[in-house]
């Protein structure tokens, strides 16, 4: 019965976004609960798939019963299992905060299209992660941007259609780019499935160099497009910032990371630590990823809009996990996964508190954000742990990070990372500063002095509340995450 | 003469790769929406053409079971299926972009990107 | 100049005043204070055995068991840390109604900290107090209590007690008493962590707390000024803290252990790295401290705190910077100890000791000369917690460069350290109450207050002979033992400390010049007539500095009761020669004739300086600006930023021509580093943003190249 966890989960979303259009008509109450009880469903699910990997170990599924030659084969192990419940819980979380808030700038008849989106969404970012084949990865990433870019353009506004435009553009240029590379490795080795394909990769290097290597090329490439790693980030900003509050935060929060996910399986997986050092591509990634942290930030210092900024602020984290996977080594690569779950939480929190803001108050210029604070107090401290964690500043998981990063920088023997994850996090205090310093410390027009709960629905505040406890319960407390962590990066090799 | 036999001999990869490239073109350069559009599904058909190009197999016969020529060499069914499911993925994207060139076209009223862009850092400085 | 803001109410809820003796806070506090001074004293004694009273407790039952229930108590750390927390949690539920119940919180909660301290000072005596938290933080955290922590601990609960009764008076005048009172909380929690820490993790993470929560105390009165100072502040905290955080990752990459023992053992073998990580400790703890390149922030953020929270800026937490450079330099830094004054392994300590000599006495000679030139009280009193700490530092730096002779300049930093946070916190009270009374800080514009306050002249004068260093007043004591470290370096060591010594005197006369400056124009002179109309009463602010003074002239006149119980315990439980100790340290002659000649030349010269400086009119003098700091470091990076702009749109900067005149400024005083660079990445941004955006297709060809030929060229390497 465990064995058949993983199918199920992919066939509950799936079904819950085949069902909603019969309920759209009725009741739109009946619609969340439903999809919060499927979420929750997979939720339990996951737990146990994870306490069975755990103890049990690993184990392969095969779709329709076919040989993994020819057909598609799901692995389930600690990597995709601890994984595919990080992005449950958080979209879980992120999903009760958009009951209360899907309506900020989606016309009502519109709900019923977005959990639509939401669910396959959902449905193949679990994909992604259970695959265990490259052209199946390839045909979810399809389906997963394709939702993306529909979830951007849902707001019917015209920067969403210039945004979900050059979303669309760059990411079929990078999907196109990663099938061309499949193609390559499946020309050497005359398979699509990962295990298969790294044995023949393996064997094939000394004879099939050229294929192998230009196959790495493409694939990097074309997957740096779609997790917006550095001079790649060009579609983010205006994506992330433009789609609803709610869904920038899954966006930012969970479906980048499946991207840096599939990336870290291909490097790790496919080719192996081997063939990725003999062609140099740790030096690409770290160059890149040390560029993106400072570049993004000095991007995220000039913007007006504080959503652009948060996206912009996300460029420069990306850089952070892409540096964890460029020191290919086992620290580097904990520190990267441990980043990916703590920007995940910090950025859920930001956008929604920002979102929060926006819905209450209609505000998205970072110079009004004057006496915010007195107003929308649970807003603005879940907004300002986020922010600390993002500096860095101890108790935050963002401290967690940064001093995992930096012993795995010291491991790798590259101090000069170390300066680059300062001067980063210098950067980062000063865009999040200000706007804490006059959210809580500056007088507005209304001169509301007494700080007062403010009024939006309990389904957004809860959210709120959780995430900035999760920062910091994962901050103080981080060592159990870090062991599952290691598990999950011993179980790649 | 080698040059030569090597270069018959790999002209499908030869020619997708040069595929690839009009594709890359015709989206670097032109600023009309329509016509990225067409230079990414130009990149597509060389994509899709080299996998195809992979499954073949010379003097290969169709995968169809023939029972009267047990040993027909048949070419690799496997990317043409693998690519089939490609097309559609493509054929949908580019279904997508174009109905977002239509309601760009709605709400900008024009579909090149220079003047898009010249707008939306217009409505930003505002 | 109206530090208090005028408009709207001071604070949210009356203040009653209670009828009858004591139902008066005054009295009330003071009674506070009164048991918890007696408490300790007879604690102490009682512990070493003195009068009898331990045997006293030990003879009845109920007694001994909630004695020897409390001093084994393991948790006592966190209790101590956890009281304030709980007295913020307090006065936020009850101190809604009523300032003086939120106060009598407050106060009691500093009480009860200060109790359960000296509840670990029988543990301290023995071999400390050690608890050890796993799993938090991932590494752990750990609190451990020797004599030197212990010495921090009671110096600070009792002067934030004192600090908390005089703020009760003082915080009427200011608006948002309650979020004053909270972040008060939460610094002191803070601090106390800070001292307790027992690795440097623990450090970091409560110093890191104490940094953003006394960013909202010196944010406090929300004045263009006060955002100023504030940015100042925090961001060179931040700084500071990214120093350390490099410090400690390099540490537990080379050492493997964060706590604070003995790693000159691995780190001897390091080369240029063990220079690199103390170098970073010194410049991250610097900044707290408000070392000489890096004080930039101090003389912003002092004065433009509430007076209450000044004091204690200055008093308590520059002090913890001075804590963290002497904690981990006597730890990380000193072989074990036993270890023979021969070993090749002072080296290292050598070498950092005598960078930090130099690096105290640059402070020391920057703050004097800034302090003289000042005019605000305030200002002043800020350049000369530089100055002082400046004197703790290069204490520090003897004890670090004499190796096992090191005893002196340490048990000078120490007794500095106690004294300076005795008399500076008072000094900035006075000053406050200057403030409180007249509203002015100015004090070429006050004069001949001695006959409005007479109290406060008294203090004042107390507090200014023990920062000049005179006998009979605490600062001549750790001065002269500061001095005889100085002495001693340049003895056992290299002549070149000869000319150290010759400025610490001359500072200390500088020190002298500016205390007799400070007392002249403020208390002597003629009283200006707007003045005359001040009718002080006796307050909370009196008793908060009378006792403070007391103290001050008690150290004075005992100065072997904090050597023989705070400081030579540290001492013996250092790698120290204990025979040095023994003859120099424990046998001690304070008052000798050297010290009392040394001290009198320091204040003829003092005066000297005052008369010269007034008759010169040396104490205007315009420094040009092209001599400060700030445009020294910043001119290169500022010609970058106002080039970059020229770089990128060849002549004609185009974009928003107000914001680019501002960037475009030459005086670095109008517009600091941070906001020139902010404005740059504006103007980056609006150049490339959308070109890049624009140009999505073609970053992907270049990069898909340029990454094929990298891995081509690579490989064929």
Same mark, same amino acid.
């Given at each position: 019965?465990?064995?058949? *966890?993983?199918? +199920?989960? /992919?066939?509950?979303? #799936? &079904? ?5 259009? =019969? @309920?759209?008509?009725?009741? %739109? ?87 639509? *989106?939401?669910? +396959?969404? /959902?449905?193949?970012? #679990? &994909? ?5 084949? =490259? @052209?199946?990865?390839?045909? %979810? ?353 | ?126 | ?717």
């Amino acid at each position: 019965m465990i064995t058949q *966890l993983p199918i +199920i989960n /992919l066939l509950l979303f #799936l &079904g819950m976004a085949l069902i909603i259009p =019969l @309920f759209k008509k009725r009741s %739109f109450s009946l619609t969340t609960n439903l999809g919060l009880g499927v979420l929750f469903l997979v939720w339990i699910s996951s737990i146990v798939l994870l306490y069975h990997v755990i103890t049990e170990g690993a184990f392969y599924y095969q779709l329709g019963n076919y040989d993994r030659m020819l057909g598609i084969e799901l692995l389930i192990n600690t990597f995709s299992v601890l994984f595919s419940l990080f992005i449950v819980s958080l979209v879980i979380i992120i999903y009760i905060y958009s009951t209360g808030d899907a309506t900020e700038g989606v016309a009502e008849k519109e709900y019923g299209r977005y959990y639509i *989106l939401l669910f +396959i969404l /959902l449905f193949a970012m #679990l &994909g992604i992660l259970y695959t265990n084949d =490259l @052209f199946n990865t390839y045909v %979810f990433m399809e389906i997963l941007s394709i939702t993306t870019v529909s979830i951007i353009s849902i707001k019917r506004k015209k920067e969403n259609y210039t945004a979900a435009f050059r979303y669309v553009m760059l990411n079929e240029v990078g999907s196109l780019s990663y099938l061309f590379g499949v193609a390559l490795l499946y020309m050497i080795t005359g398979y699509t499935n990962i295990e298969l394909v790294s044995e023949g990769v393996q064997s094939g290097w000394s004879l099939y160099p050229a294929n192998i290597l230009t196959a790495i090329g493409f694939m990097v490439t074309g997957i740096g497009i779609k997790a917006a790693i550095f001079p790649f980030h060009i579609w983010l900003p205006d994506a992330h910032s433009t789609a609803p509050s709610s869904s920038s935060a899954i966006l930012s929060a969970v479906v980048v990371k499946v991207y840096i996910l599939i990336m870290i399986k291909i490097l790790f997986r496919v080719f192996g630590i081997d063939i990725i050092q003999a062609v140099h591509i740790p030096t690409v990634l770290l160059v890149i990823a040390s560029i993106g942290m400072i570049m993004g930030s000095i991007f995220a210092i000039a913007q007006t809009d504080v959503k652009r900024m948060l996206g912009y602020s996300s460029v420069a984290q990306i850089g952070y996990i892409v540096m964890g996977i460029g020191m290919v080594s086992m620290l580097g690569l904990q520190a990267a996964f441990f980043h990916i779950f703590s920007h995940g939480l910090m950025k859920a929190a930001l956008f929604l508190s920002v979102g929060a803001v926006i819905y209450h108050k209609k505000i998205r210029n970072v110079n009004e954000f004057d006496g915010i604070g007195f107003q929308m107090p649970v807003a603005m401290f879940v907004f300002s742990i986020a922010a600390l964690g993002m500096i860095g500043v101890p108790l935050t998981t963002g401290f967690i990070s940064k001093l995992n990063l930096g012993l795995a920088a010291l491991d790798a023997g590259q101090v000069v990372l170390i300066v680059v994850l300062i001067v980063s996090g210098f950067l980062n205090a000063l865009y999040y500063l200000p706007i804490m310093i006059s959210a809580f410390l500056k007088d507005n027009k209304d001169q509301q002095r007494v700080m007062r709960v403010e009024k939006i629905p309990k389904t957004m505040l809860v959210p709120l509340v959780v995430l900035g406890g999760l920062i910091i319960a994962i901050g103080l407390f981080p060592g159990e995450l870090l062991s599952l962590l290691e598990a999950a990066a011993l179980s790649l090799t | 003469m080698s040059f030569l036999d090597a270069l018959i001999d790999h002209i499908n990869y030869i020619g997708a790769m040069a595929l690839f490239v009009i594709g890359l073109h015709t989206v670097v350069t032109h600023s009309n929406l329509i016509k990225r559009i067409m230079g990414i599904n130009i990149m597509g058909t060389a994509v899709f053409l080299f996998f195809v190009a992979i499954g073949n197999v010379t003097g290969g016969v169709p995968p169809i079971i023939d029972q009267t020529n047990p040993d027909a060499v048949y070419i690799n069914p496997l990317p043409s299926v693998l690519i089939l499911t490609g097309i559609v993925v493509v054929v949908s994207i580019t279904v997508y972009s174009l109905s977002l060139v239509i309601r760009i076209y709605e709400t900008h009223g024009t579909i090149d990107q220079e003047e898009i862009a010249k707008m939306t850092s217009e409505d930003r400085d505002q | 100049m109206g530090l208090f803001k005028k408009e709207g109410k001071t604070c949210n809820m009356p203040y009653v005043k209670k009828k009858g003796f004591f139902g008066s806070f005054t009295i009330q506090s003071s009674l506070v204070v009164l048991f918890a001074l007696v408490f300790i004293a007879l604690f102490i004694i009682g512990v070493r055995g003195d009068l009898g009273i331990l045997s006293f407790v030990q003879d009845i039952y109920v007694l001994r068991v909630i004695y020897d229930f409390l001093i084994h108590l393991a948790i006592l750390p966190v209790i101590i840390i956890a009281f304030p927390v709980l007295g913020v949690f307090g006065l936020m539920l009850f101190g809604r109604n009523s300032c003086n119940s939120r106060d009598m919180i407050v106060i009691f909660m500093t009480l009860f900290t200060i109790l359960f301290t000296l509840f670990m000072y029988p543990a301290v005596l023995e071999e400390g107090v050690h608890l050890t938290i796993p799993s938090i933080l991932w590494l752990g955290i750990s609190f451990s209590v020797d004599m030197l922590g212990f010495t921090m601990l009671m110096i600070t609960s009792l002067l934030w007690l004192l600090v908390m009764v005089y703020a009760h008076e003082y915080m009427k005048k200011e608006m948002h008493c309650n979020r004053f009172f909270v972040f008060m909380g939460i610094t002191y929690s803070a601090v106390l962590g800070t001292i307790m820490a027992g690795d440097l993790l623990t450090l970091f993470l409560f110093f890191e707390i104490m940094t953003f929560a006394s960013y909202m105390l010196v944010i406090h009165g929300q004045r263009e000024d006060s955002y100023h100072a504030g940015y100042n502040y925090i961001f060179m905290g931040i700084i500071g803290g990214f120093a350390i955080l490099v410090a400690m990752m390099l540490l537990y990459f080379t050492v493997g252990d964060l706590a604070f023992t003995s790693g000159i053992a691995t780190l001897g073998e390091l080369g240029a790295m063990k220079y690199w990580i103390i170098g970073l400790l010194v410049f991250g703890f610097g900044i707290k401290a408000g070392m000489a390149p890096v004080h930039v922030w101090l003389p912003r953020a002092h004065p433009v705190a509430p007076t209450p929270a000044s004091a204690l800026l200055s008093g308590i937490m520059i002090k913890l910077g001075a804590y963290g450079i002497l904690r981990v330099a006597t730890s990380y830094y000193f072989p074990l100890e036993g270890t023979p004054g021969g070993d090749p392994v002072w080296l290292t300590t050598h070498a950092v000791g005598s960078a930090i000599i130099w690096l105290g006495i640059i402070t020391m000679a920057v703050g004097v000369f800034f302090a003289l030139q000042q005019s605000n009280i305030k200002r002043m009193l800020a350049y000369h917690s530089i100055s002082q700490m400046g004197y703790i530092v290069m204490g520090i730096g003897v004890a670090l460069y004499l190796g096992d002779l090191g005893a002196m300049g340490y048990a000078g930093a120490i007794y500095h350290i106690i004294n300076h946070a005795l008399f500076k916190s008072l000094l900035f009270m006075v000053a406050g109450v200057v403030f409180y009374h007249t509203g002015e800080s100015n004090m070429y514009k006050l004069g001949g207050l001695w006959r409005k306050l007479p109290l406060t002249a008294t203090v004042c004068l107390i507090a200014a002979l023990g920062i000049s260093g005179i006998p009979l007043f605490n600062g001549f004591i750790s001065k002269s033992i500061l001095h005889h470290g100085i002495v001693e370096a340049h003895y056992y060591g290299h002549g070149l400390f000869y000319y150290a010594e010759l400025i610490f005197i001359v500072i200390s006369a500088g020190t002298v010049a500016s205390f007799i400056k400070l007392f002249y124009y403020v208390f002597l002179r003629k009283m200006p007539e707007q003045y005359k109309s001040i009718k002080p009463e006796y307050n909370n602010l009196d008793t908060a500095m009378a006792v403070i003074a007391i103290i001050i002239v008690f150290i004075g006149l005992n100065p072997r009761f904090i050597m023989t119980t705070f400081i030579v315990p540290q001492l013996n439980s250092m790698p120290y020669s204990s025979e040095f100790v023994q003859t120099y340290i424990v046998g001690l002659t304070f008052f000798t004739t050297e010290d009392l000649l040394t001290m009198l030349v320091v204040v003829i010269m003092g005066f000297g300086i005052f008369i010269f400086g007034t008759k010169f009119h040396l104490f205007h003098l315009k420094i040009p600006y092209w001599l400060s700091l700030e445009y020294l470091v910043f001119y290169p990076m500022n010609w970058v930023i106002r080039n970059a702009c020229q770089l990128m749109y060849g002549d004609e900067c185009k974009y928003n021509e107000k914001t680019l005149k501002r960037l475009a400024l030459k005086n670095n005083k109008e517009i600091g580093f941070l906001d020139r660079f902010v404005i740059m990445a504006n103007v980056f941004n609006v150049r490339y943003e959308g070109r890049m955006i624009k140009s999505d297709a073609f970053i992907y060809t270049v990069f898909i190249t340029g990454v094929l030929v990298f891995m081509l060229v690579m490989r064929a390497l």
